[in-house]
T-cell receptor, first 113, second 112 residues
Framework: DADVTQTPRNRITKTGKRIMLECSQT?????MYWYRQDPGLGLRLIYYSFDVKDINKGEISDGYSVSRQAQAKFSLSLESAIPNQTALYFC????????????FGDGTRLSIL | GQQLNQSPQSMFIQEGEDVSMNCTSS?????WLWYKQDPGEGPVLLIA?????ELTSNGRLTAQFGITRKDSFLNISASIPSDVGIYFC????????????FGQGTTLQVKP
C-alpha cells in the first residue's frame, strides 16, 4: 500500500550506532504504529501513537524510542543498536475509529553487525 | 499479554487444492482481520470481520468471526501459485484500544 512509505528499505550498520527509521503516510490517519517481525513470531508492537506528540509503549519497547512531530510522520530510533535488534520493521497507519484495519508500509530490513 | 495461536505454521499444497487456517485465543476480540504478506512487502489486508458469527468472502477467500469471539478461520478455495505467501490473523483488542494482536503466521507454498 503506497499510502505508507518507509525509509530506508534496507540498512546494515554496526553495534552501538544510532539508527533512525522514517515512516510517512498520505491518508491523514490519526494512528500510527511500529512493529517488528521475526521469523515464526509474527508482528510485535514496539510503539504506537494516536495523535501528534502522543506516544505509547507496545509489547517490546525496550531499546527503542519514537517521535511523532507531525500527523503524517512517525520515526523509530535505536539509540545504540545491538545485534538482536536485527529484524524486519514495519510501520502502519489506521483511523481513530475502534479497531479498524491498519495499513502497512513495505518494511525496513535492518541488520546490525 | 494477549496471544493468538495460529495454525498450521506452514502448508505445502498442490495447485487447485483448498486451504484452511485458523487462529484461536483465550481472550475475546472485537475485530478479526486477515492479512497476506508477499516476499519483500508489507502485510496487505484481505478480509476484516467486525461481528461475532460474521462470514465474509473476498473472491476465493472466506473468513469467519467465531461465535465465541475467541477464534477465526480463513479458507482459500482452488489455490493458485500466486496464493504463495505468509498469512496473518490479527485480533482487535476488546475495549477498542486501537491495538492489534497478531498470530505467528501461516506460510503457504503452492506447487503448480
Amino acid at each position: 500500500d503506497a499510502d505508507v512509505t518507509q525509509t530506508p528499505r534496507n540498512r546494515i550498520t554496526k553495534t552501538g550506532k544510532r539508527i533512525m527509521l522514517e515512516c510517512s503516510q498520505t491518508k491523514g490517519h490519526d494512528r500510527m504504529y511500529w512493529y517488528r517481525q521475526d521469523p515464526g513470531l509474527g508482528l510485535r508492537l514496539i510503539y504506537y501513537s494516536f495523535d501528534v506528540k502522543d506516544i505509547n509503549k507496545g509489547e517490546i519497547s525496550d531499546g527503542y524510542s519514537v517521535s511523532r512531530q507531525a500527523q503524517a510522520k512517525f520515526s523509530l530510533s535505536l539509540e545504540s543498536a545491538i545485534p538482536n535488534q536485527t529484524a524486519l520493521y514495519f510501520c502502519a497507519a489506521g483511523t481513530a475509529f475502534g479497531n479498524q484495519p491498519q495499513h502497512f508500509g513495505d518494511g525496513t530490513r535492518l541488520s546490525i553487525l | 499479554g494477549q496471544q493468538l495461536n495460529q495454525s498450521p505454521q506452514s502448508m505445502f499444497i498442490q495447485e487447485g487444492e483448498d486451504v484452511s487456517m485458523n487462529c484461536t485465543s483465550s481472550s475475546i476480540f472485537n475485530t478479526w482481520l486477515w492479512y497476506k504478506q508477499d516476499p519483500g512487502e508489507g502485510p496487505v489486508l484481505l478480509i476484516a470481520l467486525y461481528k461475532a458469527g460474521e462470514l465474509t468472502s473476498n473472491g476465493r477467500l472466506t473468513a469467519q468471526f467465531g461465535i465465541t469471539r475467541k477464534d477465526s478461520f480463513l479458507n482459500i478455495s482452488a489455490s493458485i501459485p500466486s496464493d504463495v505467501g505468509i498469512y496473518f490473523c490479527a485480533g482487535g483488542e476488546a475495549g477498542n484500544t486501537g491495538k492489534l494482536i497478531f498470530g505467528q503466521g501461516t506460510t503457504l507454498q503452492v506447487k503448480p
